[in-house]
């Protein structure tokens, strides 16, 4: 939305037509607002803005300081469904299978308690019922660190049990290791080749070793107020790594469930939940709505950043919301935020 100094000068009955339109219908516009607020009031958040794409109708939101719309930010990790979508693709392409054990590519990398990359597929790595555990666990996301030393940690952990479900952030670490191995470059290189250049994500990077945000971006908090703007993305890497805008989360999330990514039997494999007993496919999740509908898509959450994208199938319908904080404190907001969005009597 326009600054209040940018509308200072201008007449009452002209600032809240350019407000009425900047933000979609009033009605949608009443209906939202308040309850994103809450973010602030309630979730404990410095800001926090969305993003909303309903066919041709699109429309931002904010609350609280120093949050724009054009912001760069760290996704956490809603990279995992980038990652996942380009191993889909090798996929497609029969550069590798799913039913693949991980010690066909990374030969002995995977040996530990209770954990046998010979046992271990590609598939689980995905679904996150690999039995891996997760290197975050020690870390913290506050050490930067190799795709070695990461997995290295995850091996001096108990597993978890293969066949399980138990979300791990280790389990991408290895998938990037397997990208780079099937494919000769990293996962970022194939990322960008594959899915940012096609799509046009002009704000979407994997930074590297880059602790700068790219210019616009506001502040980054973490839960004890301080500032974390600047992070060295190897705390994440694979798991994590993803920089980008609400624009791009929008367009990538609408492309992939509209088939734009994979192929119909590739996205229909995404979307399968069968492994995790409903909860998560492979690098995306599903939420039902109190109304029926379901959404797919996928939280990020990282020092300073938690983002949260959601669409329905066909993509005709996508919102991401983010908050500039590394979460939010009432877990009941991003819930009935996702109702109002999706479900039309709650709007």
Request: hydrophobic share 45%; with cysteine.
């Amino acid at each position: 939305m326009p600054s209040l100094r940018t509308l200072v000068a201008i007449p009452v009955s002209l600032a809240l037509l350019i407000a009425l339109v900047t933000v979609g219908s009033a009605s949608s516009a009443e209906a939202t607002d308040p309850l994103l607020s809450q973010f602030v009031t309630k979730g404990r958040a410095p800001a926090a803005a969305l993003l909303d794409r309903d066919g041709d109708d699109v429309r931002y939101a904010a609350a609280g300081r120093g949050i724009t719309r054009a912001d760069h930010f760290r996704a956490g990790s809603i990279t995992k469904t980038f990652v996942a979508t380009v191993v889909l693709q090798l996929a497609a392409e029969h550069r590798l299978s799913l039913s693949d054990p991980v010690e066909r590519y990374l030969p002995g990398l995977l040996r530990g308690r209770g954990v046998d990359g010979r046992r271990i597929t590609l598939r689980a790595l995905l679904g996150h019922t690999s039995g891996l555990a997760d290197f975050t666990e020690l870390t913290r996301g506050a050490v930067p660190l190799t795709p070695l030393q990461a997995v290295r940690i995850a091996l001096a952990l108990p597993s978890t049990g293969l066949g399980r479900y138990s979300y791990s952030s280790t389990d991408y670490v290895v998938l990037g290791m397997v990208i780079r191995r099937v494919t000769g470059h990293s996962y970022a290189t194939e990322a960008r080749r594959r899915i940012i250049a096609p799509l046009r994500l002009t704000g979407t990077s994997f930074p590297g070793a880059r602790a700068a945000l790219p210019a616009p971006h506001g502040r980054a908090y973490a839960a004890d107020g301080s500032d974390v703007t600047d992070l060295d993305p190897r705390v994440a890497g694979a798991a994590g790594e993803l920089v980008t805008t609400l624009d791009d989360l929008d367009r990538f999330y609408a492309a992939l469930l509209d088939g734009e990514l994979l192929p119909s039997h590739w996205l229909r494999e995404m979307l399968s939940t069968r492994a995790a007993h409903g909860v998560y496919g492979l690098g995306i999740f599903p939420v039902k709505l109190p109304c029926g509908t379901t959404v797919w898509g996928h939280n990020g959450r990282i020092a300073g950043s938690y983002v949260r994208s959601a669409a329905s199938i066909g993509g005709r319908h996508v919102l991401t919301f983010r908050v500039n904080t590394t979460a939010v404190g009432d877990p009941d907001l991003e819930p009935a935020l996702l109702a109002a969005e999706f479900c039309p009597r709650s709007r």
